[in-house]
């Protein structure tokens, strides 16, 4: 069967296209191409912005060497409209709100699973694969997305927000596999990345301080750091929009702290944060899930377990569904509960799905109202 496969110029996509080739696949690679510096940085008519700050024509004769030592095709598509309309400007925009958006969980909704796919049916693919670290599975009788063997690195955090009618035509060769099992087998197949290093962080960033970078779309905007614990203004913050809940570095505050960022007013401009004896404000224990995707069907109450950030552990959680989308529910409180990121919910190791944290709550009232009352 034909299957086209997303190339990366890493080590996790090469194996998984030449797993798919040992498993009798007719396979063809694809190289997407999300992001150009020079034409974005133009937009701003900035011309210091142009630098090179992507690895991505690196990445492209990496994937070219891989499928010359495959024997294998390879297509190179363009994405950067998309990937600007659909993934930047909505990263940017939940950034003007206050609030921390995850764009790779967009990315995978709007590009790699999406139009990506909607590019393949165009030129004869059925099938599609990846190299993320998830499984396909089955749960009563309908395919669904599972988590990885290798816990440590499972991405299934970051497909909750893909179309569920695109599960069936979606293959993870790596589901089974370690880590370790990966380099392994790029290394006794001679392939040109099995040491290069796992790419970390945002594309659009790359190796520039991530504060730096926002502030040429979100100009800085100084304003009060304030204590909650003791209602003093503690120092200055660069801009409301470049903190998130539960930090601790980065804050530029002398005196004995530490201190951490439990909450903002974007309106106001202020920066609420509180001391180490006082970090039950960080402490949540409900909170209101919107633009909620479910890959699979579910009753209207569950008991699931949750990820409310990508790093954490498992939370037991009761999923309700309510009027204006639902509800996460957590009596054992969960520190740094943000809104803007993605809670993801999990039956076992099948993923639910999973949607934007709009509001936290503890004991029955919005967390932030009462951070703002106590501030003043």
Known sequence: MKIMVGLSGG????????????QGYDVTCAFMRNWDSAANDDILGNPTLNEEICTQEQDYNDAAEV??????PLLRVDFIEEYW???FLTFLEEYRRGRTPNPDILCNKHIKFSRFIEFGRRNGFELFATGHYASIS???GQPTIARAADTGKDQTYFLAQID???IKDIRFPLGDL???DVRRI???????????KDSTGI???GERDFRAFLSNYLPMKPGKIINIANHKTEGEHKGVLYYTIGQRKGLDIGGTGPYYVIGKDVEKNELYVTDEANQHWLYSDACRITDMNLLMDIPDRISCTAKFRYRQPDQETELIRTEDGYRAVYPQTVRSVTPGQEAVFYLGEHLIGGGVIDAVYRNGEDLMEQIRRNAE
């Open 11 to 22: 080590v996790d996509s090469a194996v998984a296209a030449w797993l798919l080739k040992q």
């Open 164 to 166: 569920r009618n695109i």
């Open 203 to 205: 594309c659009f960033i």
């Open 67 to 72: 499928c010359r030592i495959l024997g294998l």
């Open 138 to 140: 089955e749960y009563n």
């Open 85 to 87: 309309n659909d993934v």
């Open 186 to 196: 790029a290394s006794e197949i001679g392939l040109n990345v099995a040491g290069k």
């Open 178 to 180: 370690k880590k370790q």
